[in-house]
T-cell receptor, first 116, second 113 residues
Framework: EPEVTQTPSHQVTQMGQEVILHCVPI?????FYWYRQILGQKVEFLVS????????KSEIFDDQFSVERPDGSNFTLKIRSTKLEDSAMYFC??????????????FGPGTRLLVL | AQKITQTQPGMFVQEKEAVTLDCTYD???????LFWYKQPSSGEMIFLIY??????QNATEGRYSLNFQKARKSANLVISASQLGDSAMYFC??????????FGAGTQVVVTP
């Protein structure tokens, strides 16, 4: 069964460093998302991406964050200068269509980011 | 503004019993979708079940069923015949008209032998 994959599974970085989180969405999906979950808290929306551009972003997604789809398969989240409060699990998700029958968003296994 | 509320922070349930996890929502969108995800201790988010706002029948997926009461704005998850492997955090989420999901705070379920 097709699945969303994410790499790395864990990332430890120093405050102020840049990190890039990688995602490979399901191949025939058109809509892509990043969410984050700070330890012990609920999942929060960061950004959505469709047709090679951002379709919506949250207040969390400030100028330190960016997303790219550099080729036909990868979808990346970059944090330019990490802060301690960026420590969280980051989930990539994708879905195929907007119709109600096929609206399920499938999540990757997550990347656990720790900023020291 | 949309809102998802899960009022049960934690629940214990005995193996083989059914458990109902509450979820209420608030939205002004005429079209929306409701989801339940399971998050085991390993951290991944596992899709369980989906209910569209225009769906006439309650969704079912194996041992999972969604009790959708549109007038009450509730979308409770029922897990029948609980198994030890059902122990996890369960999140209710709502899709808005832009497609993003908004999650509730989650309910931690512990299944006991």
């Amino acid at each position: 069964e097709p699945e969303v994959t994410q790499t790395p599974s864990h990332q430890v970085t120093q405050m102020g460093q840049e990190v890039i989180l990688h995602c490979v969405p399901i191949s025939n999906h058109l809509y892509f998302y990043w969410y984050r979950q700070i330890l012990g808290q609920k999942v929060e929306f960061l950004v959505s991406f469709y047709n090679n551009e951002i379709s919506e972003k949250s207040e969390i997604f400030d100028d330190q964050f960016s997303v790219e789809r550099p080729d036909g398969s990868n979808f990346t989240l970059k944090i330019r200068s990490t802060k301690l409060e960026d420590s969280a699990m980051y989930f990539c998700a994708s879905r195929r269509f907007a119709t109600s029958e096929q609206e399920t968003q499938y999540f990757g296994p997550g990347t656990r980011l720790l900023v020291l | 503004a949309q809102k998802i509320t899960q009022t049960q922070p934690g629940m214990f349930v005995q193996e083989k019993e059914a458990v109902t996890l509450d979820c209420t929502y608030d939205t002004s969108d005429p079209s929306y979708g409701l989801f339940w995800y399971k998050q085991p201790s390993s951290g991944e988010m596992i899709f369980l079940i989906y209910q569209g706002s225009y769906d006439q029948q309650n969704a079912t997926e194996g041992r999972y069923s969604l009790n959708f009461q549109k007038a009450r704005k509730s979308a409770n998850l029922v897990i029948s015949a609980s198994q030890l492997g059902d122990s996890a955090m369960y999140f209710c989420a709502m899709r808005d008209s832009w497609g993003k999901l908004q999650f509730g705070a989650g309910t931690q379920v512990v299944v006991t032998p």
